[in-house]
């Protein structure tokens, strides 16, 4: 609607802000949250910017269709993150050969090296157990803390339970400290 300024990102207006995106995905199958407190001067950059992005929000909207976002939190004490962020650093850098001259693979050492660095600590063993469900995932790795990182999954509405109850069992066969969250609406694949 018409506001005289954009909303301030204060908790009651985000949970607002979350209530309303709650709403429309009750009502509707598909829905791509809008960053909070966007805002155009007139509908006419608004109007540009779908035409623009057409393509692209169609796809969205096809990805999201009938799922919600579930979010998995992986903790781990801060020492055995860090532990394992260097094992995994050094055996990836061993690995993969890196410092050496073989000049036609060392892009490509590079890109590996960095996606195992990238990789979140014990997140395996909860993707393959979920895996029949996730239509999706966006993650995240964190190296401070005992977050160790975040995924986003992208499942069908009708199999929140199931998937809840699969990643939960993984978690505790794995010896996992996770925190699972949602269903909410798909804000991490809203920019697909």
Known sequence: GTV????????????RYDEIERELMRIYSSVLPARFGTC??????LAAT???RRASIVGGLHLVRGR???TVRIFSGPESAQSRLRVSSESA?????VGSEYGATRGTQYLQRRMAEAQIPGAEPLRLAVAQFVRAERAERHSQGTLAGTLYHLVPRSSVPAYRR?????????GLNTVVTGPWPPYAFAGS
């Open 4 to 15: 005289r300024r954009p909303p301030k990102p204060t908790g009651a207006a985000i949970r």
């Open 40 to 45: 155009t001067p007139t509908l006419d950059p």
């Open 50 to 52: 779908v035409r623009d």
């Open 68 to 70: 919600a976002q579930m």
């Open 93 to 97: 850098r061993n690995r993969l050969g």
């Open 166 to 174: 699969a990643l939960e069992h993984a978690a505790l066969e794995a």
